[in-house]
């Protein structure tokens, strides 16, 4: 079982960016799908985007397309995520996601996925 430790959270204005850093440990990243999942206050974890073991696919929630960038590096074991031109509707935790088994799709499996701790987001308008 990997282990996921988010950072990289906290406050930010509307139209800022911030970038969330996901380590891993445990086992490589090398062949598992990872990504990123958010829960704001009263509602549902949500899929955010997800990046394919290789790096060569990623796959994005309509809410955060063109605005957000999954991204990892293998070597280090570790996964981004780039959120720009935030929202205040981006406020939430966000939860980097792993694969349970090797060689998936593109989207992480959320049935069975390793979880991170999460970070908190928070955008003021």
């Known amino acids: 079982q990997v282990q996921l430790v988010e950072s990289g959270g906290g406050l930010v204005q509307a139209g800022g960016s911030l970038r969330l850093s996901c380590a891993a440990s445990?086992?490589?990243?090398?062949?598992?799908?990872m990504g990123w999942f958010r829960q704001a206050p009263g509602k549902e974890r949500e899929f955010v985007g997800s990046i394919k073991w290789g790096g060569g696919s990623t796959v994005y929630a309509d809410s955060v397309k063109g605005r957000f960038t999954v991204s990892r590096d293998d070597a280090n074991n570790m996964v981004y995520l780039q959120m720009n031109l935030l929202k205040p509707e981006d406020t939430a935790v966000y939860y980097c996601?792993?694969?349970?088994?090797?060689?998936?799709?593109?989207?992480?499996?959320?049935?069975?996925?390793?979880w991170g701790q999460g970070t908190q987001v928070t955008v003021s308008s």
């Open positions: 445990g086992r490589t990243t090398r062949t598992y799908t």
């Open positions: 996601a792993a694969d349970s088994q090797p060689w998936g799709s593109v989207r992480v499996r959320a049935e069975d996925a390793d």
